[in-house]
Protein backbone atom coordinates (compact mmCIF):
# COMPACT_ATOMS: atom_id res chain seq x y z
CA UNK A 1 0.00 0.00 0.00
CA UNK A 2 1.82 3.32 -0.89
CA UNK A 3 0.81 6.16 1.17
CA UNK A 4 -0.25 9.25 -0.48
CA UNK A 5 1.99 12.53 -0.12
CA UNK A 6 0.37 14.89 2.11
CA UNK A 7 0.22 18.63 2.13
CA UNK A 8 2.51 20.86 3.66
CA UNK A 9 1.93 23.72 5.31
CA UNK A 10 5.01 26.26 6.72
CA UNK A 11 3.75 28.60 9.36
CA UNK A 12 6.48 31.13 9.30
CA UNK A 13 6.17 33.23 12.46
CA UNK A 14 10.28 33.94 12.73
CA UNK A 15 12.18 37.07 11.55
CA UNK A 16 15.18 35.21 11.55
CA UNK A 17 17.26 34.90 8.97
CA UNK A 18 18.30 31.16 9.41
CA UNK A 19 14.83 30.42 10.39
CA UNK A 20 13.53 31.99 7.02
CA UNK A 21 16.03 30.09 4.99
CA UNK A 22 15.11 27.18 6.38
CA UNK A 23 11.39 27.30 5.84
CA UNK A 24 12.12 27.97 2.33
CA UNK A 25 14.36 25.03 1.48
CA UNK A 26 11.66 22.85 3.52
CA UNK A 27 9.23 24.09 1.02
CA UNK A 28 10.90 24.13 -2.33
CA UNK A 29 12.36 20.77 -1.28
CA UNK A 30 8.13 19.77 -1.10
CA UNK A 31 7.40 21.24 -3.74
CA UNK A 32 9.67 19.89 -6.08
CA UNK A 33 8.22 16.36 -4.62
CA UNK A 34 5.08 17.11 -5.68
CA UNK A 35 3.17 17.95 -2.80
CA UNK A 36 1.23 21.03 -2.17
CA UNK A 37 2.66 23.35 0.03
CA UNK A 38 1.46 26.62 1.59
CA UNK A 39 3.71 29.66 3.33
CA UNK A 40 1.85 31.31 6.31
CA UNK A 41 3.51 34.74 7.30
CA UNK A 42 2.92 36.24 10.63
CA UNK A 43 4.06 38.62 12.94
CA UNK A 44 7.63 38.77 12.66
CA UNK A 45 7.83 36.64 9.52
CA UNK A 46 5.91 39.18 7.62
CA UNK A 47 9.18 40.99 7.77
CA UNK A 48 10.51 38.88 5.04
CA UNK A 49 7.29 39.52 2.62
CA UNK A 50 8.02 43.38 2.69
CA UNK A 51 9.38 45.28 -0.59
CA UNK A 52 12.84 46.19 -0.50
CA UNK A 53 12.64 49.53 0.68
CA UNK A 54 15.17 49.94 3.53
CA UNK A 55 13.93 51.33 7.30
CA UNK A 56 10.99 53.11 6.65
CA UNK A 57 8.81 54.77 8.75
CA UNK A 58 5.73 52.39 7.43
CA UNK A 59 2.16 52.86 9.05
CA UNK A 60 0.25 55.48 10.45
CA UNK A 61 0.94 55.44 14.36
CA UNK A 62 4.04 55.78 16.25
CA UNK A 63 4.23 52.01 17.62
CA UNK A 64 3.76 51.23 14.03
CA UNK A 65 6.06 53.54 12.24
CA UNK A 66 9.16 52.05 14.94
CA UNK A 67 8.11 48.40 14.78
CA UNK A 68 8.56 49.11 11.01
CA UNK A 69 11.36 50.94 10.95
CA UNK A 70 13.23 48.81 13.18
CA UNK A 71 12.32 45.68 11.28
CA UNK A 72 13.59 47.14 8.44
CA UNK A 73 13.09 44.25 5.97
CA UNK A 74 14.57 41.18 3.98
CA UNK A 75 17.80 42.53 4.18
CA UNK A 76 17.79 43.41 7.83
CA UNK A 77 16.36 39.54 9.03
CA UNK A 78 19.34 38.96 12.41
CA UNK A 79 20.54 35.14 12.71
CA UNK A 80 19.09 33.53 15.52
CA UNK A 81 21.92 33.03 17.28
CA UNK A 82 25.83 34.25 16.64
CA UNK A 83 24.09 37.74 14.50
CA UNK A 84 27.52 39.72 15.55
CA UNK A 85 25.81 43.15 15.68
CA UNK A 86 24.10 42.10 12.73
CA UNK A 87 26.73 41.43 9.96
CA UNK A 88 26.18 37.45 10.54
CA UNK A 89 23.41 37.66 7.58
CA UNK A 90 25.63 39.14 5.42
CA UNK A 91 28.46 36.22 6.30
CA UNK A 92 26.09 33.77 5.65
CA UNK A 93 24.73 34.77 2.65
CA UNK A 94 28.44 35.34 0.66
CA UNK A 95 29.18 31.71 2.16
CA UNK A 96 26.50 30.54 0.64
CA UNK A 97 27.40 31.86 -2.91
CA UNK A 98 30.29 30.91 -2.70
CA UNK A 99 29.20 27.10 -2.05
CA UNK A 100 26.99 27.71 -4.98
CA UNK A 101 23.61 27.77 -2.33
CA UNK A 102 20.74 29.33 -3.36
CA UNK A 103 20.38 32.45 -1.34
CA UNK A 104 17.04 34.47 0.17
CA UNK A 105 15.93 36.46 -3.13
CA UNK A 106 16.47 33.27 -5.39
CA UNK A 107 14.48 30.79 -2.74
CA UNK A 108 11.48 33.39 -3.03
CA UNK A 109 11.73 32.90 -6.29
CA UNK A 110 11.51 29.13 -6.53
CA UNK A 111 8.80 29.15 -4.36
CA UNK A 112 6.74 31.35 -6.53
CA UNK A 113 7.84 29.39 -9.65
CA UNK A 114 7.39 25.82 -7.99
CA UNK A 115 3.70 27.05 -7.21
CA UNK A 116 4.01 27.55 -3.46
CA UNK A 117 0.89 29.74 -2.32
CA UNK A 118 2.98 32.37 -0.24
CA UNK A 119 0.08 33.89 1.96
CA UNK A 120 0.32 37.19 4.43
CA UNK A 121 -1.85 36.84 8.27
CA UNK A 122 -4.12 39.67 7.60
CA UNK A 123 -4.47 40.29 11.47
CA UNK A 124 -0.50 40.79 11.99
CA UNK A 125 -0.50 43.31 8.68
CA UNK A 126 -3.41 45.20 10.57
CA UNK A 127 -1.42 45.12 13.89
CA UNK A 128 1.92 46.72 12.09
CA UNK A 129 -0.14 48.74 10.28
CA UNK A 130 1.02 47.48 6.68
CA UNK A 131 -0.63 47.35 3.51
CA UNK A 132 -0.72 45.10 0.89
CA UNK A 133 0.71 47.23 -1.56
CA UNK A 134 3.89 47.22 1.33
CA UNK A 135 4.06 43.72 -0.18
CA UNK A 136 6.12 41.45 -2.68
CA UNK A 137 4.25 40.29 -5.45
CA UNK A 138 4.59 36.79 -4.57
CA UNK A 139 2.61 37.14 -1.93
CA UNK A 140 -0.85 35.16 -3.17
CA UNK A 141 -2.87 36.41 -0.83
CA UNK A 142 -3.64 38.27 2.63
CA UNK A 143 -5.57 36.03 4.46
CA UNK A 144 -7.27 35.38 8.14
CA UNK A 145 -6.41 32.29 10.55
CA UNK A 146 -9.95 30.77 9.44
CA UNK A 147 -8.61 30.58 5.96
CA UNK A 148 -5.19 29.67 6.78
CA UNK A 149 -6.96 26.67 8.70
CA UNK A 150 -8.88 25.61 5.82
CA UNK A 151 -5.77 25.62 3.35
CA UNK A 152 -4.25 23.28 5.69
CA UNK A 153 -6.97 21.15 6.95
CA UNK A 154 -5.52 18.26 4.82
CA UNK A 155 -1.43 17.95 5.42
CA UNK A 156 1.14 18.99 7.84
CA UNK A 157 1.64 22.19 9.71
CA UNK A 158 5.14 23.16 10.58
CA UNK A 159 5.75 26.22 12.97
CA UNK A 160 9.20 28.30 12.54
Do not use: Y
Not at 27 to 39: E, F, I, L, Y
Not at 61 to 79: D, E, S, W, Y
Amino acid sequence: MTESKKDITIVCFSGDFDKILAAFTMATGAAATNRKVTMFFTFWGLNVLKKEQGRKWLGQGIMAKVFNFLMGGRKNLPLSRLNFGGISPSLMTGMMKKHNVAILPELIEAAHALGIRILACEMALHILELERDDLIEEVADVVGVATFLNESENGHIIFV
